[in-house]
């Protein structure tokens, strides 16, 4: 991701693992306000996309989606109050995430920009699960990703499409032109990308290990 891309999102995720964690401390945080909040980090990350492309805009705009469904997901498994006031139902005017993730990821997200689909592989690892089955047989008209027999296997399998996506992208964002004659230092772009590469398996890593030491907490 791009750090400040990487910045935005990263706020959603840490507001709704917070969040989450206070749940089920039996905390009881006014789910409410705490969706006001989280909806203005949501807006943050759209907010500032007058001025930019308008492909750009779309990026922005199916992140947002995908992190949607995610706090809608994490939260309602984390407190069952939290469905009467899902943000899916105010931002889209349905309640139908567990096969659109996988729709809009399927047929949107892993063909844009690698930020998206970046944010959208995050909000799988971390905790959305839906109904993959519903969303490729009914909706997409396909196979199970992988061949997989069941949700599972096949939740595991689209998770490492986007990965080998990921990993493919970011090696064309990083390849230059063909080295002859000696080596050449890195340029200011090709340096800023390579940081993007690794302050993004440095997020990966850090949001997983933060959600394994909350689940171990809570065991």
Excluded at 17 to 27: A, N, S
Excluded at 188 to 196: H, I, N
Aim: net charge negative; charged share 25%.
């Amino acid at each position: 991701m791009t750090p400040e891309f990487a910045q935005s999102v990263n706020r959603v995720f840490d507001a709704v693992l917070d969040l989450v964690d206070r749940i089920e401390r039996r905390e009881r945080p006014d789910l409410n306000e705490e969706k006001k909040l989280i909806r203005m980090d949501l807006d943050a990350l759209t907010g500032a996309s007058a001025n930019q492309s308008s492909a750009r805009r779309e990026d922005l705009e199916l992140a947002r989606r995908g992190l949607i469904y995610w706090v809608d997901e994490v939260l309602t498994m984390a407190d069952p109050e939290w469905k009467d006031i899902t943000l899916e139902f105010d931002y889209f005017a349905e309640k139908n995430r567990a096969w659109r993730f996988y729709e809009f990821g399927e047929r949107a997200a892993r063909s844009s920009s690698p930020d998206v689909v970046e944010a959208w592989y995050l909000c799988l690892v971390l905790g959305f699960e839906g109904d993959i089955g519903e969303a490729f047989r009914e909706h997409l008209h396909q196979p199970m990703p992988g061949g997989a027999a069941n949700s599972t296997e096949a939740r595991q399998a689209w998770a490492q499409e986007l990965a080998k996506l990921i990993r493919k992208q970011s090696s064309a964002d990083l390849a230059g032109e063909p080295i002859s004659g000696g080596v050449e230092p890195l340029t200011g772009s090709a340096w800023l990308q390579t940081m993007a590469a690794c302050l993004f398996v440095a997020i990966v890593l850090g949001l997983v290990l933060l959600a394994i030491y909350m689940k171990l907490t809570r065991s």
